[in-house]
């Protein structure tokens, strides 16, 4: 096996580990019960910041950053805040599978913001994908079907809204040359300070058992977040992404197994549509890139 094969399988592999902790983090968040989900994003946040400060420390990294990355981390900490905070309520309102899948458009909104603020095209191809997925969006809200409330849905989608916006601002603070953990601690922090003032002026209190599930489920979101940055150091996204979405059928298994959960047949086809068009992006972005390897 080559060495470029080799760091390709282990992509892979992180990228299925990251997918695995997301999925945990998802079913702790639900664990921890009837307390709202801006306090259940502080303490994700907070051991994310720990964690992220930690490694900033040890390597004596500065946290100084550019001027001219300055809007672009605010952007990011300003989006992933909300992409985390409406997943977290999805989490808490819909099947677990449900809030996973609506949480992964991020790619699909991620792809609109490149062309918007980036400047990077999109072909035709890509726009009829994006157009399938969020096709595939309306059997999972299911507006008018069998009177859904399609409310926690649409914040569902707002949370992929948000993280694909968040994930553009990462694309272009790493083109600015910022540090991984810089971008972390700082969203990290920032996330945490925002809802202070939500948690003290509606704080639940919480048995010994849900604050050791929530820091649990901060736990499981750094592993996802630390297994994913390890992935695309191995192999470019274009190469491995589509593995990100094997987090559905984790989902999926532990929400049965946990909460018994079974999604209808209108969700399972909205996964399909979602998924396929992630497939036949993944596949065309091969070919583009052995064509381009020909030239």
Same mark, same amino acid.
């Given at each position: 096996?080559?060495?470029?094969?080799?760091?390709?399988?282990?992509?892979?592999?992180?990228?299925?580990?990251?997918?695995?902790?997301? !999925?945990?983090?998802?079913?702790?968040?639900?664990? !921890? *019960?009837?307390? #709202? +989900?801006?306090?259940?994003?502080?303490?994700?946040?907070?051991?994310?910041?720990?964690? !992220?400060?930690g490694i900033v420390y040890r390597n004596h990294v +500065?946290?100084?950053?550019?001027?001219?990355?300055? #809007?672009?981390?605010?952007?990011?900490?300003?989006?992933?805040?909300?992409?985390?905070?409406?997943?977290?309520?999805?989490?808490?309102?819909?099947?677990?599978?449900?809030?996973?899948?609506?949480?992964?458009?991020?790619?699909?909104?991620?792809?609109?913001?490149?062309?918007?603020?980036?400047?990077?095209?999109?072909?035709?191809?890509?726009?009829?994908?994006?157009?399938?997925?969020?096709? &595939?969006?309306?059997?999972? =809200?299911?507006? $008018?079907?069998?009177?859904?409330?399609?409310?926690?849905?649409?914040? $569902?989608?707002?949370?992929?809204?948000?993280?694909?916006?968040?994930?553009?601002?990462?694309?272009?603070?790493?083109?600015?040359?910022?540090?991984?953990?810089?971008?972390?601690?700082?969203? +990290?922090?920032?996330?945490?300070?925002?809802?202070?003032?939500?948690? =003290?002026?509606?704080?639940?209190?919480?048995?010994?058992?849900?604050?050791?599930?929530?820091?649990?489920? $901060?736990?499981? @979101?750094? *592993? *996802?977040?630390?297994?994913?940055? @390890?992935?695309?150091?191995?192999?470019?996204?274009?190469?491995?992404?589509?593995?990100?979405?094997?987090?559905?059928?984790?989902? +999926?298994?532990?929400?049965?197994?946990?909460? *018994?959960?079974?999604?209808?047949? /209108?969700?399972? =086809? &909205? /996964?399909?549509?979602?998924? &396929?068009?992630?497939?036949?992006?993944?596949? /065309?972005?091969?070919?583009?890139?052995?064509?381009?390897?020909?030239?």
């Open positions: 096996m080559n060495s470029k094969r080799g760091n390709d399988i282990r992509g892979i592999v992180m990228i299925i580990l990251s997918a695995f902790c997301f !999925a945990c983090m998802n079913v702790c968040v639900r664990l !921890a *019960g009837d307390i #709202p +989900s801006v306090q259940k994003s502080f303490y994700r946040n907070l051991v994310a910041a720990v964690l !992220a400060g +500065s946290l100084r950053v550019k001027k001219d990355a300055a #809007p672009a981390l605010a952007l990011r900490c300003l989006f992933g805040t909300l992409g985390i905070l409406c997943n977290f309520y999805a989490i808490d309102h819909l099947l677990i599978a449900d809030a996973s899948i609506l949480n992964k458009l991020s790619p699909f909104f991620a792809v609109v913001f490149s062309f918007l603020f980036l400047k990077e095209k999109i072909m035709p191809f890509q726009a009829f994908c994006i157009l399938t997925a969020f096709g &595939g969006c309306l059997f999972i =809200v299911k507006p $008018g079907f069998e009177n859904t409330e399609p409310l926690p849905a649409l914040i $569902g989608m707002l949370g992929g809204f948000g993280a694909g916006m968040a994930y553009t601002m990462v694309r272009k603070l790493g083109s600015l040359g910022v540090k991984g953990p810089i971008i972390v601690f700082y969203f +990290s922090m920032f996330s945490c300070i925002a809802v202070i003032p939500s948690v =003290v002026l509606n704080y639940t209190p919480m048995t010994l058992r849900q604050q050791v599930v929530l820091l649990l489920a $901060g736990v499981w @979101a750094a *592993g *996802g977040q630390f297994s994913i940055t @390890a992935a695309y150091t191995y192999a470019p996204a274009k190469k491995i992404s589509i593995y990100d979405y094997s987090q559905i059928l984790f989902a +999926s298994l532990l929400g049965f197994i946990m909460f *018994g959960e079974i999604p209808d047949r /209108y969700s399972f =086809v &909205g /996964y399909l549509l979602i998924i &396929g068009s992630s497939v036949l992006i993944f596949l /065309y972005n091969q070919k583009s890139m052995r064509e381009t390897d020909r030239t």
